[in-house]
Structure formats: structure tokens, C-alpha cells
């Protein structure tokens, strides 16, 4: 059973978003606070968290940062903001998904669902892939990433696309190609969310994100991964 925190300071929020999500069988946790919710994924083992971007003690920006310093568990964040600003934002910050007020309860768990459908085992061709004389190595049974023997700390939504990309390299897919094997045939958002989830691992991955050597730009096309296997 999927254990899911909702993070919201108004409590019939939380109680409706609990409600839907115990009816299909999760189980959840609540939080009213961005440091309740830090302290819950601290102590808890969680496979999910809906966040909600305004909090009263700090913004759900900084929880996503935060989160995503020791963790890569998903984030949906919801929040009354519809700006395109504040969903690059939130895509940035490390969240998986952006659902703006007022929504369906039932949208968020079938956001819920294409979120963990896509963030569940993914599979290689082999267990550890290897680029550039081991710059850049992937392990797809601990779901790791290293650049230059570091850590790096990806979301799911950011490994995927990697994953996607890596396991082919030289060939190029369309946006509309990643954004059914990253975000899933059910996605329908905006097709350049893909872009940003590249922007991302450019800054996360590159030398020189300006002058990228893993995920290469494909003009009016795509995108192509042009690391060398060890």
C-alpha cells in the first residue's frame, strides 16, 4: 500500500484529498505546515507527497527544495497561483506535477496514479551504464546517478527522462515522443514542460550547461543523448 502526506494548512482540503485518495486504497498522512511535512518524510517512509505552494511558516518552493536535498520522493504541488511562471517554478524546485485551485479531487488521484505509474521500476538494458570513461554512470537497481563520481540528486520525473535519453544514444525523440515515455499518453499539459525537465539536468549533469555534451538539442525536433559508453 502507497503511503501519501498531504501538505495543506486548510484542513477541508486535506480531509477531501484523504478521502479520495483512502477510497482507492492509499494510505495517507497530513500535514498543516512545511516543517510538519519535513519532520513526516524524516520519520516516515513515504511513496508520495501532495504539496500545497502556500503554507504559514515557509513556501512550498523551499519545502520542494528541501525534500529534494535528501529525498526523490514525487511531489504534486497544487497551489491558487496560475501563472506560467509559478509552474516553471514549481518544475524547477523538484515537483513531478503542478495542479492549480480549484481542482477535482478525483484529477488528483489520477494524477497521482500517472505519476507513480511513470516514477515505479524502470528498466535498463543493463544494471550499470557507464558514459564518457565513467563521467557519467547510471545504476538502474539502486535508481542512482553519478557525474564524475558525485552523487547527483534527481527527481523522478528528471531520472526518467535521462533513462529514456541514455538507452538509445545518438537517436533523437521528439517532445511528444519524451512526453509519453517521461509524463505518460495521459499527459496534457504544456509539451515544453519537457523542456524544462532538460534545462534541469543540463545544470545538473553539464560541465557547461550552455554547451551541453550529454543531452543535445535537436532543432524543430527534440533532443538526443550524445555521451560515448565507456
Request: hydrophobic residues 35%; negative net charge; proline residues 3%.
Amino acid at each position: 500500500m502507497k503511503t501519501i502526506l498531504v501538505v495543506d494548512d486548510e484542513e477541508k482540503i486535506r480531509d477531501v484529498i484523504t478521502s479520495y485518495l483512502k477510497n482507492e486504497g492509499f494510505q495517507t498522512l497530513e500535514a498543516a505546515t512545511g516543517d510538519e511535512a519535513i519532520q513526516a518524510l524524516r520519520n516516515q517512509t513515504l511513496d508520495f507527497i501532495i504539496l500545497d505552494l502556500m503554507l504559514p511558516d515557509m513556501s512550498g518552493e523551499l519545502v520542494c527544495q528541501t525534500i529534494r536535498q535528501i529525498n526523490s520522493v514525487p511531489i504534486l504541488m497544487l497551489t491558487a497561483k496560475t501563472s506560467d511562471n509559478n509552474r516553471i517554478n514549481g518544475l524547477t524546485n523538484g515537483a513531478d506535477d503542478y495542479l492549480t485551485k480549484p481542482f477535482d479531487p478525483r484529477e488528483v488521484v489520477a494524477r497521482v496514479r500517472a505519476i507513480l505509474r511513470r516514477t515505479d521500476d524502470s528498466h535498463l538494458l543493463a544494471d550499470r551504464l557507464s558514459y564518457n570513461h565513467g563521467h557519467l554512470e547510471i545504476d538502474s537497481l539502486k535508481h542512482t546517478v553519478f557525474c564524475q563520481g558525485e552523487s547527483v540528486s534527481l527527481t523522478p520525473n528528471e531520472y526518467k527522462l535521462l533513462l529514456a535519453l541514455a538507452k538509445y544514444p545518438q537517436r533523437y525523440f521528439t517532445r511528444e515522443e519524451l512526453i509519453d515515455k517521461v509524463l505518460g499518453y495521459d499527459f496534457d499539459g504544456d509539451i515544453r514542460t519537457i523542456d524544462q525537465h532538460v534545462k534541469n539536468l543540463r545544470h545538473k549533469l553539464e560541465m557547461d550547461p550552455k554547451n551541453p555534451q550529454y543531452i543535445i538539442t535537436v532543432y524543430g525536433s527534440g533532443y538526443r543523448f550524445a555521451g560515448g559508453a565507456k
